[in-house]
C-alpha cells in the first residue's frame, strides 16, 4: 500500500483513523507504538503521509500502511506480545542497530527471509537461556 492510496487520514482520540481509497479504515493507536505512546499530544499530530506509511519526524517514528490495515501479517508482531523481552537486547545480541529492529518491529521494513530466520532463532535461544536459570 502507498500513500496514493490513502484518502484521508484524521486525528482521533487516541490514534489517526485511516481510510483507504477502496473504503478501507484502519486505526492507529498510539499505544500500539512505544514513541507514540512516549510523545506529547503536539508530537503525534505532526505527522504527514509519505510513500509507504506515517511519518514523524520531531520523534523519528515511521510506521508502514501495510502494518497499520494489516498487523496480523507483520513477520515479527508475535514477539510484540512479550513486553518483558528486550528487542533492544536482541538486536544487540545479533548485531543490527537497534533502529532497525524497531522499524521490523513496528512494520515500516521488512526484514529479509534470512534475517527474520536469525531474529526468531535469537529469540528461542533467549528462551531456552530463560530454562537453563
Known amino acids: 500500500m502507498h500513500k496514493r492510496d490513502i484518502e484521508s487520514a484524521e486525528l482521533v482520540r487516541g ?10 479504515t484502519a486505526l492507529l493507536r498510539f499505544r500500539d507504538s512505544e514513541r507514540l505512546r512516549s510523545a ?3 508530537q503525534r499530530a505532526a505527522f504527514r503521509l509519505s510513500f509507504g506509511g506515517l511519518r ?8 508502514s500502511y501495510d502494518s497499520i490495515f494489516e498487523p496480523q501479517a507483520h513477520p515479527l508482531r508475535g514477539s510484540a506480545k512479550f513486553k518483558s523481552l528486550n528487542m ?3 538486536a544487540r545480541r545479533l548485531g543490527i542497530q537497534q533502529s532497525l529492529m524497531a522499524a521490523y518491529m513496528n512494520g515500516s521494513k521488512k526484514p529479509s527471509a534470512e534475517r527474520e530466520k536469525l531474529i526468531r532463532e535469537e529469540i528461542r ?9
Open 15 to 24: 490514534g489517526i483513523l485511516l481510510t483507504a481509497k477502496d473504503g478501507r
Open 40 to 42: 506529547i499530544a503536539e
Open 56 to 63: 514523524w519526524d520531531e520523534i523519528d517514528e515511521d510506521l
Open 88 to 90: 533492544s537486547e536482541v
Open 125 to 133: 535461544k533467549i528462551g531456552r537461556e530463560l530454562l537453563e536459570i
